[in-house]
């Protein structure tokens, strides 16, 4: 049975479903994000591609992805951010130094050449999380970070710069 489903592209303020900020507590921040087309989905794309770490020297991701700054100053891709929806992807375990976690949407490894898509706060020191991203049926993007030895999960709030 086909179902459609709609492929995801994120837009800075446009206003439209929002991007999700939270964990197991309610969401603290908002961005955009926009549905712009439809597919069908099939065996073949029940599955997001897999997205190297690292990528050679002078070569980009072949489509968006969304996924976070690393501390080395790179893109750290989690998923791709046109797919079949709902989707969503984990990486960890993660260690951050600090308390702060740069979202970002774009096809460059290096960090500092990709779209911002907000900057957010934990209370307390990250150490070694999972970082967790899903796309919702209505097109909502949300992050989580969950603490690898307690399991629990890490509230965030949106920081006043992207």
């Not at 489903?5 to 991007?19: F, H, P, Q, V």
């Not at 980009?60 to 791709?80: C, H, K, N, R, W």
């Not at 900057?119 to 070694?128: K, R």
């Not at 989580?144 to 890490?154: A, F, N, Y």
């Amino acid at each position: 049975m086909k179902r459609t489903t709609m492929l995801l592209a994120t837009a800075l303020g446009l206003l439209s479903a929002g991007l999700l900020i939270g964990c197991s507590e309610p969401p603290a921040a908002d961005l955009s994000v926009i549905v712009t087309d439809q597919i069908q989905a099939s065996p073949a794309s029940t599955s997001p591609p897999s997205l190297p770490r690292h990528l050679p020297e002078g070569e980009t991701y072949p489509q968006d992805v969304i996924g976070f700054e690393a501390s080395d100053g790179t893109l750290y891709p989690v998923i791709p951010a046109i797919l079949p929806i709902p989707r969503g992807g984990s990486v960890g375990p993660i260690n951050f130094p600090g308390k702060t976690i740069r979202v970002l949407r774009g096809k460059d490894p290096k960090a500092a050449n990709n779209e911002a898509l907000g900057t957010f706060a934990a209370q307390e020191d990250l150490a070694e999380v999972t970082v967790s991203f899903a796309i919702s049926e209505d097109g909502a993007l949300s992050l989580s970070l969950e603490d690898i030895q307690s399991k629990r999960g890490i509230p965030l709030s949106r920081s006043q710069e992207p």
